[in-house]
T-cell receptor
Framework: GQNIDQPTEMTATEGAIVQINCTYQ??????LFWYQQHAGEAPTFLSY????GLEEKGRFSSFLSRSKGYSYLLLKELQMKDSASYLC??????????FGRGTSLIVHP | GAGVSQSPSNKVTEKGKDVELRCDPI?????LYWYRQRLGQGLEFLIY????????KSGLPSDRFSAERTGESVSTLTIQRTQQEDSAVYLC???????????????FGPGTRLLVL
């Protein structure tokens, strides 16, 4: 199985930059996903990494280091609407991603 | 349809009753997943359907839980003799092709919020 670890909660200021880390232990790694989930809503896809390096998409970037079992999601120019839970999910050896518990991000003025 | 739909959106039931939850995946998506999310927790995998292959039921927590899928369309998740511990949001997701792995994004439905009294 996979062991996925994320911080439970983070706070940041509007306009700032925040980095949400995800570490995992697995064999047969086959991709890592980040999802955003607003309270009471379904998760929505943010990013996918399967090779080492940084993937940038607007204000959001995701980084992966397979050798370290480590990923981070970087959110720039934070907005109040970015307050949500951010879920890291790892696919390994099969087709079913395993989700971490999520990081609750609170953005304050 | 435009996205994954689930019904009912909310369900309140009494302990011991059976409930049936429905998921309509995005048309053309061959892979369908059910997850459970307890309050403040991550997503817990329940079951996976891929085309006509036998479903992966490895995540079902007990024999009170079962699911079916008709071809590559609607799926129903049934919980028999519900317990208070079954209270959670049940999320359904679909993707184009699950068995190849890779960048097959899961699209989630809005979920069914189940409360067992």
């Amino acid at each position: 199985g996979q062991n996925i670890d994320q911080p439970t909660e983070m706070t940041a200021t509007e306009g700032a930059i925040v980095q949400i880390n995800c570490t995992y232990q697995t064999s047969g790694f086959n991709g890592l996903f980040w999802y955003q989930q607003h309270a009471g809503e379904a998760p929505t896809f943010l990013s996918y990494n399967v090779l080492d390096g940084l993937e940038e998409k607007g204000r959001f970037s995701s980084f992966l280091s397979r050798s370290k079992g480590y990923s981070y999601l970087l959110l720039k120019e934070l907005q109040m609407k970015d307050s949500a839970s951010y879920l890291c999910a790892v696919r390994a050896g099969s087709y079913i991603p395993t989700f971490g518990r999520g990081t609750s991000l609170i953005v304050h003025p | 349809g435009a996205g994954v739909s689930q019904s009912p959106s909310n369900k309140v039931t009494e302990k011991g009753k059976d409930v049936e939850l429905r998921c309509d995946p995005i048309s053309g998506h061959t892979a369908l997943y059910w997850y459970r999310q307890r309050l403040g927790q991550g997503l817990e995998f329940l079951i996976y359907f891929q085309g006509n292959s036998a479903p992966d039921k490895s995540g079902l927590p007990s024999d009170r839980f079962s699911a079916e899928r008709t071809g590559e369309s609607v799926s129903t998740l049934t919980i028999q003799r519900t317990q208070q511990e079954d209270s959670a949001v049940y999320l359904c997701a679909s993707s184009l092709e699950g068995s190849q792995g890779g960048k097959e994004t899961q699209y989630f439905g809005p979920g069914t919020r189940l409360l067992v009294l």
